[in-house]
């Protein structure tokens, strides 16, 4: 098929290269505009921008899709589809109308549960026993079109955002090359209306621990957030992400330190696993506490 390629993050890489890998053509690739990143916060084109160069494709990368002029150049990659990953930007109806089969969004959740933009964490901190990807036809509401694939998977007890979005995005690579092969002859279902959620965006006021609440609670925080934003704690007057962790038999005050990096909570323990101390690399906690002063209590 001739396809126009939308995406923009480190998620949506492995689709684009499945794409390339199936034999489909690929019309152009759009992606948002470099940003300023890093300590001398120069313009830093994004993953996708980066591997569909390295692949010699065409790249686009407006600002917004809302003016005539983007429009009337996106209708003229006559496409057969657009496969739509973590784009970042609102597709208006004519966007949506332009290629023959539409605009397919790959979706990493079980629609209709967590419709928005950060479905991977808000499964983790919710504590879901499952997740997994959908092919959606795109409408104009959010992420509510009928769904043409689904697959499903296991969260794993101790499992990271950051290593979900690794399974899922693979998973949605296979997912959406296994749907366009078989596109014409698909049914789209039409999301139920019963158990509707909604993956708000990660507020980083959310990322503070609160030892207060149950073990079970703050395990999922520090898995959901990691490896970005973090959830984090102050330990000694230093701001110490933490980004790994499992739930640990013990009891105490909350944010008494029982051992090592096992802290308690309102409701039974903690054990982290894995911190990043302000200005260094991610480490084990056992090695971090070599160099870090803990307190008999955290805050």
């Known amino acids: 098929?001739?396809?126009?390629?939308?995406?923009?993050?480190?998620?949506?890489?492995?689709?684009?290269?499945?794409?390339?890998?199936?034999?489909?053509?690929?019309?152009?690739?759009?992606?948002?505009?470099?940003?300023?990143?890093?300590?001398?916060?120069?313009?830093?084109?994004?993953?996708?921008?980066?591997?569909?160069?390295?692949?010699?494709?065409?790249?686009?990368?407006?600002?917004?899709?809302?003016?005539?002029?983007v429009q009337a150049e996106f209708a003229a990659l006559q496409a057969d589809v657009a496969v739509v990953v973590a784009y970042g930007l609102i597709l208006p109806q004519r966007v949506l109308d332009a290629p023959r089969f539409g605009c397919l969004n790959i979706h990493a959740s079980l629609l209709p549960r967590w419709r928005g933009a950060a479905p991977i964490h808000r499964a983790i901190i919710a504590g879901d026993a499952q997740t997994g990807v959908c092919i959606m036809q795109m409408e104009a509401g959010l992420d509510t079109g009928p769904v043409l694939l689904r697959a499903a998977l296991d969260i794993e007890a101790e499992e990271t955002t950051g290593a979900l979005h690794d399974r899922l995005s693979a998973l949605g690579a296979r997912l959406?090359?296994?749907?366009?092969?078989?596109?014409?002859?698909?049914?789209?279902?039409?999301?139920?209306?019963?158990?509707?959620?909604?993956?708000?965006?990660?507020?980083?006021?959310?990322?503070?621990?609160?030892?207060?609440?149950?073990?079970?609670?703050?395990?999922?925080?520090?898995?959901?957030?990691?490896?970005f934003p973090g959830a984090w704690c102050d330990v000694a007057g230093e701001r110490v992400k933490l980004l790994g962790s499992r739930v640990a038999v013990g009891a105490g005050v909350p944010g008494q330190v029982l051992e090592g990096f096992t802290i308690a909570c309102g409701q039974g323990a903690v054990e982290v696993t894995l911190v990043q101390r302000q200005g260094k690399k991610a480490m084990a906690a056992a090695e971090a506490l070599r160099g870090l002063s803990m307190p008999a209590v955290l805050i």
């Open 1 to 69: 098929m001739r396809v126009v390629f939308m995406g923009t993050p480190a998620f949506s890489v492995p689709v684009l290269d499945a794409l390339v890998a199936a034999g489909h053509e690929i019309a152009a690739v759009y992606c948002q505009p470099p940003r300023p990143a890093g300590r001398g916060k120069k313009d830093r084109p994004s993953p996708v921008q980066l591997r569909a160069q390295a692949l010699a494709l065409p790249v686009r990368c407006p600002v917004s899709l809302k003016h005539a002029e």
């Open 176 to 227: 959406v090359v296994q749907a366009l092969t078989g596109l014409p002859q698909l049914q789209p279902v039409v999301q139920p209306e019963a158990g509707v959620t909604y993956a708000a965006k990660i507020d980083k006021a959310e990322a503070r621990v609160d030892w207060s609440r149950p073990a079970v609670q703050v395990d999922r925080l520090i898995r959901g957030l990691s490896p």
